[in-house]
């Protein structure tokens, strides 16, 4: 190269490589609609937890028109930005604050136990 380019180093993600990988290889064990009615499965479960404990969830669940990621809000939301501080120190449990809503993004992967965990932990 005739810039500054020529200096610039480099080298293969290989962790990044390797972690793609495993991945894919978890995935072509599950098809996609089963992968797809797990998140439905997972996601059910964490909303009826959470409108049991009284949050508002925003996320579409009518009919085909569905996400895997759970936007819910608590009754005050000036306590937003502490749950998700509280949730990570205290519970080690990740959830995001994203346009004032709290968020949730379980898989195929996550667990009845570890919805369960986080409904418990959330005030």
């Known amino acids: 190269r005739n810039d500054a380019g020529r200096f610039e180093c480099g080298s ?6 390797f972690g793609l990988r495993a991945s894919m290889e978890l995935l072509k064990e599950a098809s996609i609609a089963e992968v797809a009615e797990r998140v439905r499965t997972i996601t059910d479960h964490l909303i009826a937890g959470l409108q ?6 925003f996320s579409p ?12 809000t608590a009754s005050d939301k000036s306590t937003h930005e502490a749950i998700v501080k509280t949730m990570r120190k205290d519970h080690r449990i990740e959830i995001a604050l994203r346009e004032s809503r709290l968020r949730c993004a379980p898989h195929f992967y996550n667990t009845v136990e570890q919805i369960d965990r986080l409904l418990k932990a959330l005030p």
């Not at 293969?12 to 490589?17: D, E, F, K, Q, V």
């Not at 049991?52 to 969830?57: F, I, N, T």
């Open 52 to 57: 049991q404990k009284g949050y508002s969830v």
């Open 61 to 72: 669940r009518d009919g085909s028109e569905w996400s895997g990621i759970v936007s819910f």
């Open 12 to 17: 293969w993600n290989l962790a990044g490589l």
